[in-house]
Nanobody
Framework: VQLQAYGGGLVQAGGSLRLSCAASGRSISSYGIGWFRQAPGKEREFVAAISWDGVSTKYVDSVKGRFTISRDNVANTVFLQMNSLKPEDTASYSC????????????????????WGQGTLVTVSS
């Protein structure tokens, strides 16, 4: 499967963006999906993840209450709604698929994910 992240851009602090992770090649409806971000000069960081059925979600503490992950398995797409954005949210955001299908719990470790897609840049100005 090939994943592509869309929806990044430049936004002022306090604003919102909605990222999309679109899949091609095969369905991702059986796989958990994770969002990760990497700021310049920093390590890749887990942001949010959702299980294959949408029941289980996980967030890094710094985005809880501001970001919401969701999925539309018919559209083969996963979304990341980002509200109340802060300058420290500035990064390249990418999505990836869990290596194992039908896992009931959303995971947070980068080593559990594969099929990494191209990122989309989010820049939050102060």
């Amino acid at each position: 499967v090939q994943l592509q992240a869309y929806g990044g851009g430049l936004v002022q602090a306090g604003g919102s963006l909605r990222l999309s992770c679109a899949a091609s090649g095969r369905s991702i409806s059986s796989y958990g999906i994770g969002w990760f971000r990497q700021a310049p000069g920093k390590e890749r960081e887990f942001v949010a993840a959702i299980s294959w059925d949408g029941v289980s979600t996980k967030y890094v503490d710094s985005v809880k209450g501001r970001f919401t992950i969701s999925r539309d398995n018919v559209a083969n797409t996963v979304f990341l709604q980002m509200n109340s954005l802060k300058p420290e949210d500035t990064a390249s955001y990418s999505c990836a698929a869990d290596k194992i299908p039908y896992r009931v719990v959303a995971l947070t470790s980068t080593t559990s994910f594969g099929s990494w897609g191209q990122g989309t840049l989010v820049t939050v100005s102060s």
